[in-house]
């Protein structure tokens, strides 16, 4: 039975956090309950009720997917659709320019397309018309035909925009999840999950994506069509082919993978793996996959080639590869995207080198701003994730544009809540525009007004930041000897997944070792090989650690001297043999 005492004896590691063994008794775990096995220890550890371990075990949407009427307005939204589709209306999909937003469109056009319609695609260009929906767009959207528009992921706090359509005679309905204040825009019907007017049982679905609260739309457009009649004579779409969508969406947002968005990843990651959408089929011939998709592979090689486009490229991109039949096509976006995709690395890595550098005079801020002229809006977001990890720390970087106007992105730590701090900025008149998430949040700062803003993000957060800080330790779920860092043990440690923000992936500990060689590779990435008492080895690696703590205090290790590593173990697929490496986190002295 995992007890609360430090793993390993380690109370203070090199990162100077102790080591704990995740769900222990005091973190919630039912009190004398012993996991039948490794995966029962694992879902357990992440809060699962001993009497639903089955329904996690395999997560499906039977079991997961709620009656999607206990979300206010969705019933509104789905019959005015409906309408639209018997008529024969022009509707428009209004969407962000990131992966949450683009699959988010993708999903209604392909669906829209099953049932006979023609919809029409629009996603703003970052740079000229930045985040969310205009007024103006909206108007043009009108007069050039739209009956109906459709904004998905975002839209909750476009206020102005949806006054200007409502006197253009257009019907908007909003799609959206995130923060919404106590007043509402004029939409037609506002779907959100994260309404402040939402029943419990809605509302605790505030962690979905903007792509999963689309897709119970879909299946509340698709229901009402059904109780009319609309299928008597045509074949009804299977909402089930669109979660390959919905599981991309899920992922490159970082929504928190627990409950119905397990469901729709696990489900979405085995829809993707027969290839049905040639977009993505092209999208992962491009990153090179030669296999099913991971969970992992959305994050880090399909998604940022899909955000690419928004970021430094073309904003529809992204929309027009997820929803085309038409394999060339799909294969030459694919390609621009790949290709964008590696100018956004360039243009990140200077940002990001300013940006640390100016962190360097912050060192007593509970909340890092930092703001540059010059710096490319398209990748602010990238860096701010990059500045939260390296300082552990809620960060936030501004683009201050040629007329003073910055364009600022966001990343939080868990147990403080950026979204609900912007929009408490925005409301002291500190802010142009801004909006977001508990982890994540956009800003537009008047000229001048970023020192304002980050004393405010201070007083608010400082206290919840040092809340979060102070009880850091780093959770462990096994503890192994180096031999025991293996493939298998890799794949049995998958079956508890798929795993994510709120579903973390299982951390180890192994040891205790020696290292028998250590250097540095890549961008600043530490490489060991280390060896345990059996003389069995392991191979490891500390991503961007060479300059840090943890990569400074192993290069300099006398060989004699013993550690235990901590990290996630991943599959080593390079050359013909198939090993195991862990991807290392910390590491304590042994001795």
Same mark, same amino acid.
């Given at each position: 039975?995992?007890?609360?005492?430090?793993?390993?004896?380690?109370?203070?590691?090199?990162?100077?956090?102790?080591?704990?063994?995740? %769900?222990?008794?005091?973190?919630?775990?039912?009190?004398?309950?012993?996991?039948?096995?490794?995966?029962?220890?694992?879902?357990?550890?992440?809060?699962?009720?001993?009497?639903?371990?089955?329904?996690?075990?395999?997560?499906?949407?039977?079991?997961?997917? +709620?009656?999607?009427?206990?979300?206010?307005?969705?019933?509104?939204?789905?019959?005015?659709?409906?309408?639209?589709?018997?008529?024969?209306? &022009?509707? @428009?999909?209004?969407?962000?320019?990131?992966?949450?937003?683009?699959?988010?469109?993708?999903?209604?056009?392909?669906?829209?397309?099953?049932?006979?319609?023609?919809?029409?695609?629009?996603?703003?260009?970052?740079?000229? &018309?930045?985040?969310?929906?205009?007024?103006? @767009?909206?108007?043009?959207?009108?007069?050039?035909?739209?009956? /109906?528009?459709?904004?998905?992921?975002?839209?909750?706090?476009?206020?102005?925009?949806?006054?200007?359509?409502?006197?253009?005679?257009?019907?908007?309905?909003?799609?959206?999840?995130?923060?919404?204040?106590?007043?509402?825009?004029?939409?037609?019907?506002? !779907?959100?999950?994260?309404?402040?007017?939402?029943?419990? $049982?809605?509302?605790?679905?505030?962690?979905?994506?903007? !792509?999963? !609260?689309?897709?119970?739309?879909?299946?509340?457009?698709?229901?009402?069509?059904?109780?009319?009649?609309?299928?008597?004579?045509?074949?009804?779409?299977?909402?089930?082919?669109?979660?390959?969508?919905?599981?991309? #969406?899920?992922?490159?947002?970082?929504?928190?993978?627990?409950?119905?968005?397990?469901?729709?990843?696990?489900?979405?990651? =085995?829809?993707?793996?027969?290839?049905?959408?040639? %977009?993505?089929?092209?999208?992962?011939?491009?990153?090179?996959?030669?296999?099913?998709?991971?969970?992992?592979?959305?994050?880090?090689?399909?998604? +940022?080639?899909?955000?690419?486009?928004?970021?430094?490229?073309?904003?529809?991109?992204?929309?027009?590869?997820?929803?085309?039949?038409?394999?060339? &096509?799909?294969?030459?976006?694919?390609?621009?995207?790949?290709?964008?995709?590696?100018?956004?690395?360039?243009?990140?890595?200077?940002?990001?080198?300013?940006?640390?550098?100016?962190?360097?005079?912050?060192?007593?801020?509970?909340?890092?701003?930092?703001?540059?002229?010059?710096?490319?809006?398209?990748?602010?977001?990238?860096?701010?994730?990059?500045? =939260? &990890?390296?300082?552990?720390?809620?960060?936030?970087?501004?683009?201050?544009?040629?007329? #003073?106007?910055? =364009?600022?992105?966001?990343?939080?730590? +868990?147990?403080?809540?950026?979204?609900?701090?912007?929009?408490?900025?925005?409301?002291?008149?500190?802010?142009?525009?801004?909006?977001?998430?508990?982890?994540?949040?956009?800003?537009?700062?008047?000229?001048?007004?970023?020192?304002?803003?980050?004393?405010?993000?201070?007083?608010?957060?400082?206290?919840?930041?040092?809340?979060?800080?102070?009880?850091?330790?780093?959770?462990? $779920?096994?503890?192994?000897?180096?031999?025991?860092?293996?493939?298998? /043990?890799?794949?049995?440690?998958?079956?508890?997944?798929?795993?994510?923000? #709120?579903?973390?992936?299982?951390?180890?500990?192994?040891?205790?070792?020696?290292?028998?060689?250590?250097?540095?590779?890549?961008?600043?990435?530490?490489?060991?090989?280390?060896?345990?008492?059996?003389?069995?080895?392991?191979?490891?690696?500390?991503?961007?650690?060479?300059?840090?703590?943890?990569?400074?205090?192993?290069?300099?290790?006398?060989?004699?001297?013993?550690?235990?590593?901590?990290?996630?173990?991943?599959?080593?697929?390079?050359?013909?043999?198939?090993?195991?490496?862990?991807?290392?986190?910390?590491?304590?002295?042994? $001795?």
């Amino acid at each position: 039975m995992l007890t609360p005492a430090h793993v390993c004896g380690v109370s203070h590691s090199i990162l100077g956090q102790p080591w704990r063994w995740r %769900g222990s008794a005091g973190d919630g775990v039912e009190a004398g309950f012993e996991p039948d096995d490794l995966v029962d220890q694992l879902l357990t550890a992440r809060g699962v009720a001993r009497e639903v371990l089955e329904r996690h075990r395999r997560p499906t949407l039977r079991g997961f997917m +709620p009656d999607p009427s206990i979300f206010r307005d969705m019933d509104l939204a789905a019959a005015r659709l409906a309408d639209a589709v018997a008529a024969g209306e &022009e509707v @428009a999909v209004f969407g962000d320019y990131d992966v949450d937003g683009a699959t988010s469109a993708a999903l209604l056009v392909r669906l829209l397309r099953a049932l006979g319609s023609d919809p029409r695609a629009y996603i703003p260009d970052r740079l000229m &018309e930045g985040y969310g929906p205009s007024g103006e @767009a909206l108007v043009r959207l009108a007069r050039e035909g739209a009956r /109906l528009i459709v904004t998905v992921d975002c839209g909750a706090q476009a206020f102005e925009a949806l006054d200007m359509a409502r006197a253009a005679g257009v019907d908007v309905i909003v799609v959206d999840h995130h923060k919404c204040s106590s007043a509402l825009p004029a939409a037609h019907a506002l !779907v959100n999950p994260n309404r402040l007017d939402e029943a419990a $049982d809605a509302a605790e679905h505030g962690h979905l994506a903007a !792509v999963g !609260v689309c897709f119970l739309l879909a299946a509340a457009l698709v229901r009402t069509l059904r109780g009319r009649g609309f299928f008597a004579e045509r074949p009804e779409p299977r909402l089930t082919d669109l979660l390959d969508l919905v599981a991309l #969406g899920t992922v490159a947002d970082v929504a928190q993978l627990r409950g119905l968005n397990r469901a729709f990843v696990t489900q979405g990651l =085995k829809v993707m793996a027969q290839r049905r959408n040639v %977009g993505l089929a092209a999208l992962a011939d491009a990153a090179r996959l030669t296999r099913a998709p991971t969970c992992t592979d959305l994050g880090f090689a399909l998604g +940022p080639r899909i955000n690419a486009g928004g970021r430094v490229g073309k904003s529809d991109l992204g929309v027009r590869l997820l929803s085309t039949e038409d394999e060339a &096509e799909a294969a030459a976006i694919a390609a621009e995207l790949d290709r964008l995709n590696e100018e956004r690395r360039a243009i990140e890595a200077a940002v990001c080198e300013a940006a640390e550098r100016l962190c360097g005079a912050q060192a007593n801020r509970a909340v890092a701003l930092v703001a540059g002229e010059g710096w490319h809006p398209g990748v602010i977001g990238i860096v701010a994730g990059r500045l =939260k &990890e390296r300082l552990g720390r809620p960060a936030l970087v501004v683009a201050i544009g040629e007329d #003073g106007v910055g =364009k600022g992105s966001g990343r939080s730590i +868990p147990g403080v809540d950026l979204g609900a701090a912007v929009l408490a900025a925005k409301d002291k008149g500190l802010l142009a525009a801004g909006g977001g998430h508990a982890m994540a949040a956009g800003v537009t700062v008047p000229p001048g007004g970023c020192d304002a803003l980050a004393d405010f993000l201070e007083e608010r957060l400082a206290r919840d930041v040092a809340t979060s800080r102070d009880g850091r330790a780093l959770l462990l $779920d096994a503890l192994v000897a180096p031999g025991g860092v293996c493939p298998d /043990l890799c794949d049995a440690l998958e079956a508890g997944g798929p795993y994510g923000v #709120g579903w973390p992936a299982p951390r180890v500990a192994a040891g205790p070792v020696r290292i028998v060689k250590a250097d540095i590779v890549g961008n600043g990435h530490l490489r060991l090989v280390v060896a345990g008492d059996d003389g069995r080895r392991i191979k490891a690696i500390a991503f961007r650690t060479a300059d840090g703590p943890l990569g400074q205090a192993l290069l300099a290790a006398p060989p004699h001297r013993k550690l235990w590593l901590a990290g996630r173990i991943r599959r080593d697929e390079w050359g013909d043999r198939i090993a195991a490496e862990l991807h290392l986190e910390d590491a304590a002295w042994a $001795d």
